[in-house]
């Protein structure tokens, strides 16, 4: 099964701008996804998304929104047509007259899989948050305590035992943060710090 998508260009650059509102968005999710442990992975990766627009990249409030939506629907057709991930979700999103970038910022979370390079900040923040948030989730899950006191070092442990969170590619990790040209370290510090305030 190839998931390759076989374009590079997404959306009208006429529908910049466009975006879901929240309610749109949400209403969008809970039909689309019945899997609550993607739905959360969905709105973690939305959360990180926004909160890296607003505190790292210093973007508009607008912007934010953008960051979170591409963000939150990136996985949306992962639930109900794997087969289609991530072509169902984009084609919606066209028909909706979407926003170009947030079309091509979920395009292009997963180069290997889909054949579509991140270009913008928000590709390549949302290509580098989507398999470190799962990776760090799943940490969360076995610590008592949760994101509490959860430190770097025990972070880049999991990372280095490969049969922990198995599905979760190590190459794809550091190739996203190389390509986002923030240090690696400074992902996981930010996804500690806010990845437990998603809702
Ligand atoms: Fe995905
Ligand atoms: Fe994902």
Redesign the pocket.
């Known amino acids: 099964m190839s998931m390759i998508i076989g374009r590079q260009e997404f959306g009208r650059p006429e529908d910049a701008g466009n975006i879901l509102t929240n309610e749109e968005a949400e209403t969008l999710m809970n039909e689309w996804v019945l899997n609550p442990k993607l739905q959360l992975h969905m709105r973690q990766v939305g959360h990180l998304m926004k909160m890296w627009a607003k505190e790292k990249e210093g973007l508009t409030e607008a912007d934010q929104h953008r960051w979170y939506i591409a963000g939150l629907l990136?996985?949306a057709d992962?639930d109900q047509w794997p087969d289609e991930?991530?072509k169902k979700i984009i084609e919606e999103l066209e028909r909706r007259h979407i926003d170009p970038e947030v079309i091509h910022a979920i395009a292009s979370?997963?180069p290997v899989?889909f054949g579509v390079e991140p270009v913008t900040k928000m590709d390549k923040m949302l290509y580098a948050f989507?398999e470190l948030s799962g990776l760090i989730h799943a940490y969360s899950l076995m610590r008592p305590t949760g994101y509490d006191g959860m430190e770097l070092k025990g972070v880049k442990k999991r990372l280095k035992e490969k049969y922990f969170a198995a599905n979760v590619s190590r190459e794809e990790i550091s190739d996203a943060a190389d390509r986002a040209g923030v240090p690696l370290e400074d992902i996981i510090l930010f996804i500690i710090a806010h990845q437990k305030d998603a809702e």
């Open positions: 990136h996985d992962w991930h991530c979370h997963g899989h989507d």
